[in-house]
């Protein structure tokens, strides 16, 4: 997944605009899926919509169909939610998002 920038929907929520291409690779299981989370510090917030989170990184919709496993055992997420794990998230989120800019010049 690309990042190419950052906005904010018709509700104004903070969004995260990215690009994908196309992957080729095997499911993974439930089981490897949470395993491979747990290891880059991830933890299961809800097994409703496939919720994971750190206390700054929020990221749903990551089930069987949207993680990949290559033939050389590279892991890819394909069209999961990311977003800024904020406090209204409720999934013991940190980070504060604001509107304030201030250039130095």
Not at 24 to 38: N, V
Not at 45 to 56: G, I
Not at 58 to 83: A, K, M, P, Q, W
């Amino acid at each position: 997944m690309k990042v190419l920038g950052f906005g904010r929907d018709s509700n104004d929520e903070f969004k995260i605009i990215v690009e994908q291409p196309f992957i080729q690779g095997l499911r993974m299981t439930d089981e490897e899926i949470e395993t491979f989370m747990s290891n880059m510090g991830f933890v299961l917030m809800n097994r409703k919509n496939w919720t994971y989170a750190t206390p700054t990184i929020y990221l749903s919709d990551i089930h069987d169909e949207n993680v990949l496993c290559s033939e050389n055992g590279t892991v890819f997420v394909v069209d999961c939610d990311i977003r800024i794990n904020t406090p209204k998230l409720r999934n013991n989120g940190i980070r504060l998002l604001n509107n304030n800019v201030v250039i130095d010049i």
